[in-house]
């Protein structure tokens, strides 16, 4: 069992030890913005310098990465390993990607998984779709999912019924429309987890009951700017902790930044205008962390 227990991961912030993660590359060069919905500043290139830096900010955590590479696969969001799978203390779930261009990241996630150790746990099946940006676990034993453009009923049962045997509560909450139905828009769009207890939210689209039970378990949240949220098409939002109260955020917020560490967090920040801005996701979606501890 020694090696299987490098994986686990039903918390949000404790040390990341393994991430799974996808460096963009031909695919991300080959896209055309207006088939991926990626806005002004996209700039493959440039976003894969960006993608560079970052992922220099997890290595350097001393995390280890387990690397999807892009075989010139054409699946151009696939760096934004967060959304197709789910790892929890018993193995992966493979999700089915509510975006169609998407559709064909489950199975490289599934592989990946095979070839390091971590067993299949489960695999949300059709007409089912959830994405990881949806997930949220607010403690072990509860699994908070958005419904939305990109997660239905379906698959919340069906992740329901795959972590029931471990004694998961999944509670699934309506999310807006937000900026249509091309646009992202997952739950973790609205809330980032900074340490055990303390969160940054966007307040104005939090659904309410997840409000509610965020509140009913004792958590402090960090309400970012509505300017800082609107300039970064919500970006501001998206931060990845590393560590308890150590975050890594996408540079030119101050006013989120400084939220954050009068809350007591330690914040790197790095320039992500090509690659998180325009391609809608930060850093939490460019990790799928595959053990914390
Ligand atoms: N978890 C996340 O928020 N992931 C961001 C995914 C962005 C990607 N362009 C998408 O539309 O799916």
């Known amino acids: 069992m020694d090696h299987l227990m490098t994986y686990g991961s039903q918390s949000m912030t404790p040390p990341l030890k393994r991430v799974l993660m996808r460096a963009p590359g031909d695919s991300l060069r080959q896209a055309k913005a207006e088939d991926w919905h990626y806005g002004a500043g996209f700039d493959a290139n440039r976003a894969i310098e960006q993608f560079g830096v970052f992922a220099g900010l997890v290595a350097a955590s001393g995390a280890e990465i387990i690397w999807i590479e892009d075989t010139s696969d054409g699946l151009a969001d696939a760096m934004f390993t967060h959304d197709p799978s789910l ?3 018993k193995g992966a779930v493979i999700l089915r990607m509510g975006k169609s261009g998407r559709m064909g990241e489950p199975d490289l996630h599934e592989a990946a998984y095979k070839s390091a150790g971590v067993p299949i746990l489960g695999r949300i099946e059709a007409p089912g779709v959830v994405e990881g940006g949806d997930c949220i676990w607010v403690d072990e034993n509860t699994l908070a999912v958005g419904r939305g453009v990109r997660t239905n009923q379906a698959g919340i049962e069906q992740l329901g019924a795959i972590l029931a045997p471990l004694g998961v509560n999944v509670l699934g909450f309506d999310l807006p429309l937000g900026n249509g139905a091309e646009a992202c828009l997952h739950l973790m769009s609205v809330m980032s987890p900074l340490d055990e207890k303390l969160a940054l939210v966007y307040a104005p689209m939090l659904p309410v009951a997840f ?9 402090t949240l960090v309400e970012a700017p509505d300017d800082e949220f609107a300039a970064s098409n919500g970006l501001n939002l998206n931060v990845l902790a590393l560590t308890p109260g150590e975050v890594i955020m996408v540079d030119g917020f101050p006013k989120t930044r400084a939220l954050m560490e009068q809350a007591g967090c330690k914040v790197t920040a790095f320039n992500a205008d ?3 801005i325009p391609c809608e996701g930060g850093p939490t979606c460019l990790t799928r962390p595959v053990w914390r501890e």
Do not use: E, S
């Open 274 to 276: 090509a690659l998180c």
């Open 211 to 219: 409000w509610q039970l965020l509140k009913d378990h004792g958590y």
């Open 87 to 89: 790892v929890t203390d």
